[in-house]
């Protein structure tokens, strides 16, 4: 079977952005604990300097070790003609997943995975070995979230990106409420896809509170995870997706309970006096694994 | 490779290396580097650097690098810009990771 590079199902709950022309920033990303990390082409370089963190991030990817770590590229869009460049510099270079900016279309994932599979192709990698995330910015790419969503087996995810969003709808942002639609849109497509769904970043590193209630919120919707500007945003926004003491008990008695009817032959569970349905038993199991995930993250 | 123009790439923030490459049609690599490292490291930087100057084929050309304790990889990456600026070319080879 082919050896890809990512893995569909794995833990996201934090995407460190990495600007991508900042050496010492790259070299020290690993500490900081973020399950994955997204070295970015796009918004944080400025276009004179395209060509020099092309060089440096290839280079990154070479001989840096990121250990377990799930590693992003965010390219430039292809019809700006540096995305094209840019992946020509990283698939060669063993990027993980491709995050592709400023996708309004499934035909946008299509082009995207043309180019990429042609380079893998050209350089002896397996076809199919790179991995594909795609962010919508834009009003008609969240009404096309469906569609993304399915365009390619190589999307591991899709993701909200706020900020080109509201400006698109004529707004700002504020409690949240103007992204509710466009959340609610991407994580229902993710999911109808099988894929992760990954919330936007929050910009105001300062304001601790206004980050926790915005990460309980995206949380409690089903997201996976989101992007974080700065590292000091992945320790609280971990510790929301860690199931709480009580909740997790409360998982164990659950698959303790169905063990045991399964054992007495009986397909009927019940605990405490109320019957097991299967959705009780596929949140319990998801719950759990993710506590287990959490543990071996923080024993890497 | 054929050089053109002087240029630079790089930085002098920490982590990172401002490399200037200036062509030249004879007389080999001259090489000034500062480093803030330069009594550890100093011979492995200049090595990376020659290396990779001889890796894209340049042979003529006063090069300065100042370095602000930039990984290997780092120097690779900034002086492989440099060159490719200076060539005003832009790199279409890139390689496969071993």
Redesign the interface.
């Known amino acids: 079977m082919m050896e890809k590079r990512y893995a569909k199902d794995r833990l996201r709950r934090s995407m460190m952005f990495v600007p991508g022309n900042n050496p010492g920033m790259i070299a020290d990303a690993r500490i900081y604990g973020a399950d994955c990390l997204m070295f970015d082409l796009e918004d944080s370089v400025a276009y004179t300097e395209k060509d020099a963190a092309r060089f440096l991030v290839h280079n990154a990817l070479k001989t840096l070790d990121f250990g377990k770590k799930e590693i992003v590229v965010r390219i430039n869009d292809l019809s700006s003609g540096l995305g094209i460049r840019d992946l020509e510099a990283i698939i060669p270079a063993g990027v993980h997943v491709v995050r592709l900016p400023k996708t309004d279309s499934a035909q946008d994932v299509i082009d995207c995975e043309k180019e990429i599979a042609r380079i893998e192709a050209e350089h002896g990698i397996p076809v199919g070995a790179t991995g594909m995330m795609a962010a919508i910015e834009s009003a008609g790419g969240v009404l096309n979230a469906r569609e993304i969503a399915q365009a390619s087996g190589r999307l591991i995810g899709i993701a909200l990106g706020a900020e080109d969003y509201v400006t698109d709808l004529k707004t700002t942002r504020s409690d949240g409420i103007e992204l509710l639609f466009a959340r609610s849109m991407i994580l229902n497509a993710a999911r109808s896809a099988g894929i992760a769904a990954l919330d936007t970043v929050y910009s105001d590193v300062n304001n601790e509170e206004g980050f926790l209630e915005e990460v309980n919120l995206i949380r409690k919707l089903g997201f996976d995870g989101k992007s974080v500007i700065n590292p000091r945003q992945i320790e609280p926004l971990h510790h929301t997706f860690v199931p709480s003491e009580k909740d997790l008990k409360k998982a164990y008695a659950i698959m303790d309970a169905i063990a045991e009817a399964n054992a007495r032959g009986s397909g009927v569970a019940s605990l405490n006096g109320k019957m097991i349905d299967k959705p009780v038993v596929i949140r319990a199991q998801r719950l759990i694994a993710l506590a287990e995930a959490d543990n071996t993250v923080e024993e890497e | 490779m054929d050089l053109v123009k002087t240029a630079m ?2 930085t002098m ?4 290396i401002m490399v200037t490459i200036e062509p030249r049609t004879a007389g080999g690599i001259t090489l000034d580097l500062t480093s803030s490292v330069m009594q550890q490291y100093g011979r492995r930087i200049e090595e990376v650097i020659r290396e990779t100057l001889g890796e894209l084929a340049v042979e003529n050309a006063a090069v300065s690098a100042v370095d602000k304790g ?5 120097v ?3 002086v ?2 440099a060159a ?2 200076c060539a005003q070319a ?3 080879h ?5």
Do not use: M, Q
Request: proline residues 0%.
């Open positions: 790439a790089g923030e920490s982590g990172d930039a990984l290997d990889c780092t690779r990456a900034r492989s810009a490719f600026r832009e790199n279409d890139w390689e496969v990771r071993k």
